[in-house]
């Protein structure tokens, strides 16, 4: 069995540099990024470091993933978060939502209001005022209800968007958070279902 003290000072410091990235980030550093922070002339310098940490027992790397490190002996805080991420939701006009599970991070519950139960990528700009940029993971706790003014993941018509819900008797209009863009008001023949309401966002860079 190895230990740190069996590894060389530099293979230390990138085991370290992994460990502290799939904390922060939620996923391991990818070769360029451990190149990078290293200064390191190539990726292959940095795949030698991670072949000598895989053979080492600190480390296994899917070689089909350009972020394919895991940690081995190592198991999650108990604390952290499993979160399943799923495609994409818009932040702009609706569209269609892969429901299929494209990754999964571990994340510090601390970041979130309320435990997620799946991540979902934002497309476009229509929440910017509320924090929600293009590109960012928002968490969503499933429940089929919402009161007024909570963001929530709405499916419309098979499509699905982020919105602030308003619902005023028996009207209900999603509310985008940018004035470029106008209310989607539902008509009384649209089918509209609450998929679950925001609980906070991860932004990687």
Request: with cysteine.
């Amino acid at each position: 069995m190895y230990s740190m003290t069996t590894l060389t000072p530099r293979r230390a410091a990138i085991l370290t540099f992994i460990r502290e990235r799939i904390a922060d980030q939620g996923q391991s550093p990818s070769l360029a990024e451990i190149s990078e922070a290293f200064g390191f002339a190539s990726r292959s310098v940095a795949r030698k470091h991670v072949l000598a940490l895989t053979e080492a027992g600190f480390i296994e790397v899917n070689p089909h993933q350009a972020r394919g490190i895991r940690l081995l002996n190592q198991p999650p805080r108990p604390e952290w978060l499993d979160v399943p991420v799923l495609g994409r939701v818009a932040a702009g006009l609706p569209i269609g939502a892969d429901a299929e599970v494209h990754s999964r991070l571990m994340l510090d519950p601390a970041i979130f209001t309320k435990a997620p139960d799946y991540l979902l990528r934002v497309q476009g700009d229509s929440m910017i005022e509320d924090g929600i940029l293009d590109g960012d993971l928002v968490g969503v706790q499933r429940t089929p209800q919402a009161a007024n003014g909570q963001i929530v993941v709405a499916r419309l018509d098979g499509e699905v968007t982020i919105k602030r819900f308003e619902r005023i008797g028996e009207r209900v209009r999603l509310l985008p958070r940018n004035p470029a863009y106008q209310p989607i008001i539902v008509e009384a023949d649209q089918d509209l279902a609450i998929e679950g309401v925001f609980c906070g966002l991860v932004r990687q860079g």
